[in-house]
């Protein structure tokens, strides 16, 4: 075995057992649970989790997705966010070796992807993830040095008065269309979530990757929402998933995208 994919494996072990804390980020967070305590229970027969079933993908597998109290079925996405914090983990190291990135991809994309399972399962962003992730974010661009700090600041900068933009104007049209504001709908088109999760999302990414994150994401919203809204479907848009789904994508491809659009206008 070569050092590289013994560093890559160790870095995706300790990818599946943080994916394991994600899990429990992701069910708790939204409902102001906290994280640390108490035990795991099943949630439908509350029988605690002993450590033997709580092995990151391998019990699940073992147990085959049911309950040891009282057999009934466990989600399968905990073992599916399991598996993709590992495979982050594995990936970021393999690319970059032991080094600085590996850490700052490899959390970058399980905050990423903790926002996206809540927002999708509970149309929440918890501060948790999104500003725990934004001074994350700055904390490994000070390690950098002044020059990415102030790089990560002024992305966060944008990233958050953008999206506060955004949400002003979008509440603003949506109670003139009457979509927003009214009986049974929502108070405003974007939750503070959003903004806070752009705010993350310049620190990792800086300013010209806020408004590839944003207009990739508002992209893949529109080809998802717009039909199924024609199609009658009033379903609030989890837009976190769309943002991360763009913030993953400028990450890793952001350069190429650029380098497409400038020589597309002209530019390069
Ligand atoms: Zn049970």
């Not at 989790?49 to 092995?55: E, L, M, Q, S």
């Amino acid at each position: 075995m070569t050092p590289e994919l013994l560093i890559a494996i160790i870095a995706g072990l300790f990818g599946l057992v943080l994916g394991s804390f994600l899990n429990v980020c992701i069910v708790r967070l939204p409902k102001n649970e906290s994280v640390v305590s108490p035990r795991s229970k099943c949630p439908r027969c509350g029988k605690g989790i002993a450590w033997y079933d709580n092995i990151p993908v391998v019990s699940w597998i073992l147990l085959r997705g049911k309950c040891r109290g009282c057999g009934l079925p466990i989600s399968p996405l905990y073992p599916l966010v399991e598996l993709a914090t590992g495979a982050i983990w594995f990936l970021m190291a393999w690319h970059n070796g032991p080094t600085l990135e590996m850490v700052r991809g490899g959390f970058f994309f399980t905050i990423l992807l903790g926002i996206a399972v809540t927002d999708a399962r509970e149309y929440i962003i918890p501060d948790e993830l999104s500003v725990g992730g934004l001074v994350l974010g700055l904390v490994i661009a000070l390690v950098r040095g002044w020059a990415a700090l102030k790089v990560a600041l002024i992305g966060a900068a944008v990233g958050f008065f953008l999206l506060w933009g955004f949400a002003a104007a979008g509440t603003w049209l949506g109670k003139r269309m009457g979509m927003v504001g009214g009986e049974g709908q929502p108070e405003e088109a974007m939750g503070g979530g959003d903004i806070k999760m752009m705010a993350m999302i310049g620190a990792f990414l800086g300013w010209p990757g806020v408004l590839m994150t944003v207009f990739l994401g508002a992209a893949a919203g529109s080809v998802v929402y717009v039909p199924l809204n024609l199609m009658g479907n009033k379903k609030l848009v989890p837009f976190g998933v769309f943002l991360a789904m763009g913030a993953a994508i400028t990450y890793l491809a952001g350069h190429v995208l650029v380098d497409f659009y400038l020589r597309f206008i002209g530019a390069a």
